[in-house]
């Protein structure tokens, strides 16, 4: 029965994107070295052509993995839609889509006798995953067009998105203005890397089953311990579906974009 439920609360999800209508993205393809990258970008509401603004790239979690180039919007992507939001706070708004079986950022999961997963690794010393190459490679192409304000790129995830998150910005800590991971997780010693050059807003639901929610909390107490900008807002009683408060935060965006390299 909790797997009925849970596949029918993820078909009421998907019926509900569905019924939003997410035609002002628009379907988008990059190829970089002989990989492809497909992703979904809303552009600033009356754009001038001759002026550059801020870029909000959003990292999804493992439920919208694919090549539909539509998933990845199911979180998130009314949010930057909202007319208050697109006319405060104009802003590119990237949501990329990482290929099924595929992840962000670079882990390995442990797991007991039974095939459990109890646990998960986070190595520092290897290559980004393709996507998140992709991802920083597309990052820089847009930058190139000049469309985009170098000083106000920011970058946000969920669950698997979080974990790329806290990933990308340890690996290029000098691109990023804010960041705010959602319900991530990673090694907090990569915490030291962008301490003091990216401001942190950190979410996550007290009653993750999914991600334990003492990632983000060693994250919050490292940074808080390297004198980092950081806040921390955890759910009590919420589980892993803590994105639902965190875009429901009326400060969220306006905090965004009060910071600026």
Known sequence: MRYLLLFAFTLMNIYSMQAQDMSAYSHEIFYHGGDTLR???????????????????????????????????????ALFLKDSIRREFPAYVLFP????????????????TSGKVTGA???????????????KALLDSLLTTGKIDSKRVYLGGLSLGGIGTFNMLARYPD???????????????TAANYAGKVPVWIFHG???????????RDFYAELKKLDAEVKYTEYPGVG???WDNAFAEPDLVPWLFRHHK
């Open 121 to 135: 690794d986070f190595p520092v010393d290897v290559p980004p995953t393709k996507p998140g190459a992709l991802v």
């Open 39 to 77: 992703y979904r970008l809303l552009a600033p509401a009356g754009a001038d052509m001759h002026k550059a603004y801020p870029l909000i790239i959003f990292l999804h979690g493992s439920g919208e993995r694919g090549r539909d180039n539509a998933a990845q919007l199911l979180h998130g992507g």
């Open 206 to 216: 007290g009653d993750d089953k999914v991600v334990p929610v003492s990632f983000s």
């Open 175 to 189: 691109m990023f203005a804010a960041a705010f991971p959602i319900c991530g997780a990673g090694n907090p010693e």
């Open 240 to 242: 892993h579906n803590s």
């Open 97 to 112: 889509q990482c290929p099924d079986n595929e992840a962000w950022a670079p882990f390995r999961l442990k797991r007991d």
